[in-house]
């Protein structure tokens, strides 16, 4: 059973999830709060496996209470879900980088509600990868610097290889299919990159790329895709992310977009 706990400062908003989301058999709604002071203590008290958290509240916001629990070591296996009113919410980058595993638009059909806390319950991106980049990419216009480029030692050239591709929008699949490599290769890669930076998820692994300066946005919202190999990937031949360093976006076209949001 997958235990969920809402926050969100409109009584009515929380009534209505909750009743979506007791219906179903392997769900239930185990707390509710109104503002992140509440949620933290709701957090505490409940255990959730999954907070769906929307972002603009009182007395604390949703971005400090996520910060917050994903920080907590009694919270470690507690995800966290972002509501947000708009695609590209101004909000929803500083929300990933907190430690929330993904956003879910308001307007959302209940199928697609559903469908998110399972996915964010097993540690899965909650949207297609292309979405995730093309969100982090309108954030991020260059290499932070908590995580200057190149600055990765502690990777193997395959794991870097591995990051760059994810950071650049690429599934599994596609993933292995650019190196040669397969799926199930990818998805080891994966854990290894999740233990080495301390990333909860697949969200925290793009951001990862993007801070490392392994992938660079293009303007005007065109998403990041990736340049031609230069450097031979550690045990196999070269492939598209040995690249030159940064990958950037032009050459080759990305998974399509799956829309989340309901009506026209």
Excluded: W
Aim: charged content about 25%.
């Amino acid at each position: 059973m997958t235990r969920v706990l809402l926050v969100d400062d409109q009584k009515m908003l929380r009534r209505s999830l909750a009743a979506i989301i007791d219906k179903e058999p392997d769900l239930t709604v185990v707390g509710q709060a109104g503002d992140g002071v509440e949620a933290l203590l709701q957090a505490r008290a409940t255990r959730p496996d999954v907070v769906l958290m929307d972002v603009r509240m009182p007395h604390l916001d949703g971005l400090e209470a996520t910060r917050r629990i994903c920080a907590d070591p009694v919270l470690a296996d507690c995800r966290v879900l972002v509501l947000s009113m708009f695609e590209l919410d101004e909000y929803v980058y500083e929300a990933l980088h907190a430690g929330a595993s993904g956003f879910l638009l308001k307007d959302a059909r209940p199928a697609e509600l559903l469908d998110a806390v399972r996915r964010t319950h097993r540690g899965e991106s909650l949207f297609a990868p292309s979405i995730l980049t093309r969100l982090v990419a309108h954030y991020v216009a260059a290499p932070r610097p908590d995580r200057p480029a190149g600055s990765l030692p502690h990777l193997t050239r395959r794991e870097v290889d591995v990051l760059a591709l994810i950071g650049a929008g690429l599934s599994n699949e596609e993933t292995a299919a650019a190196l040669v490599i397969a799926v199930k290769t990818v998805k080891s890669h994966i854990t290894n990159l999740m233990g080495k930076l301390a990333a909860r998820d697949r969200a925290q692994l793009v951001i990862a790329a993007f801070n490392a300066g392994l992938v660079r946005p293009r303007p005007a919202g065109r998403q990041p895709v990736l340049g031609k190999a230069d450097t031979p990937g550690e045990n196999d031949a070269s492939g598209p992310a040995a690249a030159t360093g940064v990958l950037d976006a032009g050459e080759l076209s990305m998974p399509p977009v799956i829309p989340m949001r309901a009506g026209p």
